[in-house]
């Protein structure tokens, strides 16, 4: 029965339903996709706006249903199904071939490891930084995804962590078997083959995956918080410095090279400016922006101090707690290092992270320095400007040391850093932090107190801890994020031999649990070879379908094939013990997507622009006597 028609005026590519089946999602040429609620009618729970990742290669659901793999060329994107948040992107050009559920068969042990503290929100921030971390809790099953390249399978723990890889050639379609003991992967050679293998070692392993595995989300979580409060705090700079900084760096392109300090240090000496420089004083900076800055500048460092001290110390305090957890699980090596975790590249992370501590420590060093500089010398400008204008300068106060502040700085050889595109007043510093490159003017580490204490209270650690005053904040972060790539590396022992070798008919269909893998050999016949022992199965009872077998889509106790006839009308079959309930197609189906639980059929037309859903039980009589007849048809 046709329960919902659509049409489109841009084509579809992929479908893919959920595992209850209550969702599918569609992905179009125009790298758009959308999830929909199809249950007797259509409605768009969230659509994906083309962010110029390139076309949708793949649409994968999780086993629960709760997020949802949209595969890129070059990237895997995570979204979680309710509301449709990014959770998770990573770099690859691999395929995902599956994506299974290998239940626990341990208690959980999420007491033994450190949560996730509640951390400051951090504002213009919408991204949901906890949802990688919050769908991870509290999970009965080890999601295990499965991703292909021509060199072989990688294994990759929630969609998130790699934790070993299966060399097979030119794998098309892979399965896991819920235990985890063993990988079924389906070639996509001339003739096609299927290869078993032992996986042992991986289903000793899940509960010390899934620990890891859980750490890794949580620290995964942090370092995207950490990410957020760097680009909140370089916002909080920019809006506040980006305006002046033009204006004044317009101003110097417009006069001689080395002119711009010397009628700055005029007017400070003499009280009087030159006519290009008393006109930007005051008919451009004005007196009033300048004492607007004045007040939103010390506002902007203070707003920047205050996500330093509470935003990025809480979140590298929490780091360094969930790394030091981690630095004793790789002690224990019976049981974690038998997985791959290394103590000496959880040691080395710990490192960068006590690097970035200290680069954040000096940084409010640089802000508490360039605050009072900057107040400084736009007191003084201020008060310059204000002489200018025939006013009374007294109501502008400076103290003998903010006078001295801006007679070094005037004296030093340039007032501008340049950076690649960009230049900056070179009386603040911070702005060097929040970018990619060196800092220009790193700080003078000689008889830094800050730095001796630090060491003092480290002095055991001084061979790990490394001082690097010429990184910026951002480049920190990326030496601690590389680290956590090395330390997070898991490798279960390499599996190179299959149990058994297969050849099989190129329509094939692989069970959801991986009992056995159904193909179409050459009279048309559908044939079942059981798993992991390699074995055909003899069935009790013959279904037969006469018209030509087109595609297989299997369950784990029935399958579903799409046929052909002579005259060219085409069906699906769902074949069951001793039934088949066969349901009419339109006659130009492009693509068809079985659901797994209700056995709903969503039809792609030829050119992609009209879908149906269809309801292939509707034929479907409930027979009792069938219950008791036992074996698979073929």
């Not at 050639?169 to 293998?197: F, H, I």
């Not at 110097?252 to 080395?258: A, D, E, I, K, Q």
Request: charged share 20%; net charge negative.
């Amino acid at each position: 029965m046709l329960q919902v028609e659509r049409t489109f005026s841009t084509p579809i590519e992929h479908a893919a339903w959920s595992p209850t089946a209550d969702l599918l999602a569609l992905s179009y040429s125009s790298q758009e996709v959308d999830v929909i609620r199809t249950c007797m009618t259509w409605q768009i729970v969230w659509k994906l706006k083309d962010e110029g990742e390139g076309v949708v290669r793949g649409l994968v659901w999780r086993p629960d249903g709760k997020v949802l793999a949209v595969r890129h060329p070059d990237i895997v994107n995570l979204y979680k199904v309710e509301g449709g948040t990014l959770i998770h992107s990573s770099s690859t050009r691999d395929t995902i071939s599956a994506w299974c559920g290998v239940p626990l068969t341990t208690p959980d042990r999420d007491y033994l490891l450190p949560p996730v503290p509640k951390l400051p929100p951090i504002e213009d921030v919408k991204t949901d930084i906890m949802a990688t971390r919050d769908l991870l809790q509290g999970q009965p099953d080890l999601n295990i995804m499965a991703m292909t390249d021509e060199a072989g399978v990688k294994l990759v723990s929630q969609g998130i962590l790699q934790i070993g890889s299966v060399p097979t050639p030119a794998p098309a379609t892979v399965g896991l078997t819920p235990d985890g003991g063993y990988l079924c992967a389906v070639s996509a050679t001339n003739p096609v083959t299927c290869r078993v293998y032992d996986c042992s070692q991986l289903a000793e392993n899940l509960q010390n995956i899934n620990d890891i595995t859980k750490i890794y989300s949580n620290v995964l979580t942090l370092s995207e918080y950490m990410l957020s409060t760097f680009k909140a705090m370089s916002d909080c700079w920019d809006t506040v410095l980006s305006e002046f900084n033009k204006k004044l760096f317009a101003f110097h392109m417009s006069l001689h090279p080395g002119t711009l300090s010397k009628q700055f240090l005029h007017l400070f000496v003499t009280g009087t400016a030159s006519m290009e420089l008393e006109n930007f004083l005051v008919h451009t900076l004005k007196e009033k922006e300048i004492s607007k800055l004045l007040s939103s500048t010390l506002q902007s460092y203070q707003g920047i101090e205050k996500l330093i001290t509470r935003q990025l110390m809480s979140c590298c305090y929490a780091l360094s707690t969930h790394l030091q957890t981690l630095l004793g699980m790789s002690r224990w090596y019976d049981r974690y290092g038998a997985v791959g975790l290394s103590e000496c590249a959880v040691q080395h992370s710990i490192n960068k992270l006590s690097g970035l501590m200290i680069k954040s420590q000096e940084l409010l060093q640089s802000i508490s320095r360039s605050k009072m500089r900057l107040s400084a010398f736009l007191k003084w400008l201020l008060k310059a400007t204000i002489s200018l204008s025939d006013e009374n300068p007294t109501v502008v106060k400076l103290t003998e040391e903010e006078l001295k502040l801006v007679v070094d700085f005037l004296k030093t050889e340039s007032l501008f850093a340049t950076r690649a595109d960009t230049c900056h007043f070179n009386i603040d510093t911070v702005w060097q932090y929040f970018g990619e490159d060196n800092i220009i003017t790193p700080p003078d580490f000689h008889n830094n107190k800050l730095l001796d204490t630090v060491l003092t209270l480290l002095k055991d650690k001084k061979p790990y801890l490394t001082v690097q005053p010429n990184l910026s904040l951002l480049q920190s972060h990326k030496l601690f994020s590389d680290s956590l790539l090395q330390c997070f590396e898991l490798s279960l022992p390499e599996i190179t031999t299959p149990l058994h070798t297969l050849t099989i008919g190129s329509l094939y269909t692989l069970a959801t649990d991986c009992s056995n893998i159904r193909y179409v050999d050459s009279s048309n016949t559908v044939r079942a070879l059981s798993l992991p022992d390699g074995t055909h199965q003899r069935p009790n009872r013959r279904l037969n379908v006469t018209d030509t077998i087109t595609q297989l889509h299997g369950y784990d106790a029935d399958y579903v094939v799409e046929t052909e006839d002579s005259e060219g009308r085409k069906a699906v079959c769902i074949c069951m013990e001793g039934e088949v309930v066969r349901s009419e197609l339109p006659g130009d189906v492009g693509l068809v997507v079985i659901s797994e639980s209700r056995r709903l059929g969503a039809v792609v037309s030829a050119l992609g622009r009209r879908i149906q859903i269809l309801d292939l039980e509707e034929n479907e009589d409930d027979d009792d006597d069938d219950e008791d007849e036992e074996g698979e048809e073929i």
